[in-house]
């Protein structure tokens, strides 16, 4: 794929979130892209920043989570800066994507520089990270593919590259998903989504990443939410394709699952949809498979506030139905683990609505919703301004 975070947008701007059947949603498509040249090695880069002494996050509810975008940070800095305001936050956990391709950029040969900082800079915050790792290398994929290409003799080499991450991080990061949205055909480098492809790839990582470090937890699924049918111009919906994975086998070969639950125009209490409730026909397809013990991880998530894009929600309506998802969850989703918020900041702004995702700026200024998000976290009082 090998975008810029500006010609990402121009995909976006082709209605790639919006497919058939209403609203089908590709919400993840920054998260997938990757910069045209990745940040370069450490010798062009000298460590600048000293990490100061370890820290702790103190939150009265441990769901609290966000979605970081560090993989494109060139500078250390903006990295510490960052796990420092996710910690004071009161988000004791945070979801980051390491690129393969920036890791074995040739064949082989790990460079691990980038992911060993950002690493350092989480852990010294008492953040604990969930790594997504995908991203296909050049030299693994025809030159006319891009980097969501897969096929099984390659899914073998990503197992490979899964099991070195693994095991390289064992005890530091103990929480990886294995690819992304699989039931969208765009996370498949255009080719129909298939839940038996999926099981195969999900098996191999999971066995690779277990072999590495019997502790991991390893998410499958970060399904996307969408109502396209089985087998869709665009995919197929995220419940049918959860049913089919489990009808494959893929229960096996998963710790917890990985779900994208966005509200839209919806508040968190409306009845099960395309919107934050979601999350209860999801688990009502792992109970009617008799997986009542796995638990769900949201890894995205969340309401956006652009005052002009059709599926947003006013800026008090998205602090307050944010507020209201979290006492939801508590109430009523005991085998909730996290909800993780797209997307704590962006390294460049995207000049659309997608900006309007963000609880902080690129400047790092702490949006509204921060601060409330803050207060509520960590158990404080209320800002006077805020009335829900």
């Not at 498509?29 to 910069?35: R, Y």
């Not at 004791?92 to 520089?113: I, S």
């Not at 999971?206 to 937890?217: F, L, S, W």
Request: hydrophobic share 40%.
């Amino acid at each position: 794929m090998g975008w810029s975070i500006f010609s990402c947008m121009e995909f976006w701007n082709l209605n790639n979130w919006l497919l058939r059947l209403g609203l089908v949603v590709f919400i993840a498509v920054l998260l997938a892209a990757a910069p045209a040249v990745p940040p370069q090695n450490p010798e062009n880069h000298p460590q600048i920043v000293s990490l100061g002494p370890p820290q702790t996050v103190r939150t009265v509810d441990s769901r609290v989570c966000v979605h970081t975008r560090l993989t494109d940070e060139v500078q250390e800095w903006p990295i510490q800066k960052t796990f420092q305001m996710v910690r004071e936050m009161g988000a004791a956990t945070a979801v980051e994507y390491f690129p393969w391709a920036y890791v074995e950029r040739e064949e082989g040969v790990y460079n691990w520089w980038h992911p060993d900082r950002i690493i350092r800079h989480a852990e010294n915050q008492g953040i604990r990270l969930i790594a997504r790792l995908g991203f296909i290398p050049d030299w693994a994929r025809p030159e006319t593919a891009n980097g969501n290409y897969m096929n099984d003799e390659l899914a073998e080499k990503y197992a490979a590259f899964v099991g070195a991450f693994a095991e390289r991080y064992a005890g530091r990061v103990d929480h990886i998903i294995v690819w992304n949205e699989p039931n969208l055909n765009i996370e498949w480098s255009g080719e129909p989504a298939d839940p038996q492809r999926y099981t195969r790839l999900l098996k191999l990582a999971y066995t690779a990443a277990h072999n590495a470090n019997p502790n991991v937890i390893v998410l499958g699924g970060a399904l996307a939410p969408t109502n396209e049918p089985p087998h869709g111009a665009g995919g197929w919906n995220d419940i049918d394709f959860l049913n089919e994975l489990y009808e494959a086998g893929a229960g096996a070969y998963f710790d917890a699952l990985a779900a994208h639950v966005y509200g839209f125009t919806s508040p968190p209490q409306a009845d099960p949809g395309l919107n934050f409730r979601r999350l209860e026909l999801l688990r009502e397809v792992m109970v009617e498979h008799g997986d009542l013990e796995t638990p769900i991880f949201v890894t995205e998530g969340g309401w956006n506030d652009h005052p002009r894009w059709a599926y947003a929600v006013r800026p008090g309506q998205r602090i307050a139905y944010t507020l209201d998802a979290y006492a939801y969850a508590q109430e009523n989703y005991p085998w909730l683990e996290t909800f993780c918020l797209w997307a704590f900041r962006y390294p460049l702004p995207t000049n659309g609505y997608p900006d309007y995702f963000t609880l902080i700026s690129v400047e790092f200024d702490a949006k509204p919703i921060y601060t409330v998000l803050q207060a509520y976290a960590r158990g404080w009082k209320m800002p006077e301004w805020y009335v829900n």
